[in-house]
DNA sequence: CAGTGGTCTAGACCACGGT
DNA sequence: CCGTGGTCTAGACCACTGA
């Protein structure tokens, strides 16, 4: 007998639904229109609704869907650009930088962060949080970790609470000379606390952005700041900032 | 004290099986260490292993786990550091920038290269394939597009194929005036070819770095690099290049 | 070969958003 | 209230690794 056509295809049911599913998107599908429930998905392809979900996850996970419990799954639309390296380093509350200070207080910083601020393991220092809005969507939330060491004008000082202190940590670090900075990019998931400002669900994929802030000879300030990776391709302009406009098309499949 | 009490709990099994399982591999286990399987660790935990495993598949991403097929989920090293963005631009290929040119031929670019690079749709261009390795780990797979304009000599003369030819294209490339270069990260899947390279399975999380190269006037090549997402951390020295040691510390939960 | 993680099934119930 | 996606179960079989 003739062997049959597909000699060794242990191809993965939910790899070739991805794949059937994106073709699908490109061709079928506008940006926002909201696709069939997850059950009538999964019966339309004839496989289980745990094998459908795999694929969509790896959608969502490339930007091409958004799904949101309780009103359905739909088209995403291309990830926005959000720079995040505007040539020369700024300080963190710079005019126009996009971040809307929102919180202030003192804080035990987490262990990696202290020890690049060189802090005592369980020494205190100033934490603001801001968030980033871009397109009308929340993109970031940011923790800046600033040691006393770095603004001590504002030691002494009744403290003004929330966004009005935080302004006010952002205004004393701009006094310093900013020396340079640091970056370092990676994948994480989100916290709870920051599921919730960017409106998504805990453990939701991340990109963590940490920069150290040198000034004086040290590192003055550690910002974290944590991406929302569905919607977000991060930019940095080592050169001028030439604006790019980037199709559906994916870069890995 | 605060009412900061229980409205309510209902904390998936899951996102609590991986808090559990965090804080025993700070305390319990050593990097290298091998973990009971899933089947007896689910027995353990009193819950299905599909749940056992949706804590597991967590705990990769961010990259504190490392499982085989075959073998066993082991305790992953901190993530390395590796150093994508060196101050100023330079060419792909310069000395020691820890890329290993693989091979060497004429492709169809992706559409979204394609614009960047400003050819037609269908045009072919040489495509370039490098590795890079990192503590003796293949970290990256990268596609490096050049078009033939670029390299203008190149045209006419008899192709050595693979890694040689690969060379020549760099050659050719570090003559031009390199004038600046764009970056941007995104989070992507493995495609099949570049999971075989970074030894993972298709789907896999990576750290797409797309980096334009600007000479003459216009963008001379396009790099697209994939990145081990659970092992790496992606640096960007804007400042001088200090290294940083991260401990095992987490950004995002 | 035995043991591991990877895939898949067919159900069930829950939490949430809108009506 | 209903319909949605999110969580969870208890199985089964497959693909791969290493002895």
Redesign the pocket.
């Known amino acids: 007998m003739g062997t049959t056509q597909l000699e060794?295809v242990?191809?993965?049911?939910?790899?070739?639904?991805k794949t059937v599913l994106s073709e699908a998107l490109d061709s079928e599908f506008a940006v926002g229109e909201?696709?069939?429930?997850?059950?009538?998905?999964?019966a339309r392809f004839?496989?289980?609704?745990?094998?459908?979900?795999?694929a969509?996850?790896q959608l969502?996970l490339e930007g091409r869907l958004q799904?949101?419990?309780?009103?359905?799954?739909t088209v995403a639309p291309p990830r926005m650009g959000v720079a995040v390296g505007s040539a020369q380093g700024t300080w963190p509350g710079a005019v126009g930088d996009a971040w809307q200070p929102a919180d202030c207080g003192p804080a035990v910083p987490p262990a990696d962060v202290a020890r690049m601020l060189e802090t005592l393991p369980e020494e205190q220092v100033h934490r603001v949080r801001r968030t980033r809005v871009s397109h009308g969507q929340p993109v970031a939330a940011e923790l800046l970790y600033v040691p006393t060491s770095s603004v001590p004008e504002l030691t002494g000082i009744d403290a003004p609470s929330g966004a009005a202190r935080a302004r006010a940590v952002l205004r004393e670090l701009a006094g310093l000379g900013l020396e340079g900075q640091d970056r370092a990019v990676e994948l994480g998931s989100a916290r709870a606390d920051d599921a919730k400002a960017l409106d998504r669900?805990?453990?939701a994929p991340v990109l963590v952005v940490t920069t150290r802030f040198f000034a004086e000879g040290r590192t003055a300030a550690v910002s974290v700041a944590t991406y929302r990776a569905d919607t977000c391709r991060l930019t940095f302009g080592d050169s001028g900032g030439v604006e790019i406009h980037h199709g559906p098309e994916r870069h890995a499949s």
Do not use: C, F
């Not at 242990?10 to 639904?17: M, R, T």
């Not at 004839?46 to 795999?54: K, S």
């Not at 799904?67 to 799954?73: A, F, I, K, S």
């Open positions: 060794t242990p191809e993965p049911k939910y790899w070739h639904l909201i696709l069939p429930n997850e059950r009538d998905l999964a004839g496989v289980a609704r745990a094998t459908l979900r795999q969509l996850e969502e799904r949101r419990r309780g009103v359905g799954t669900l805990p453990g």
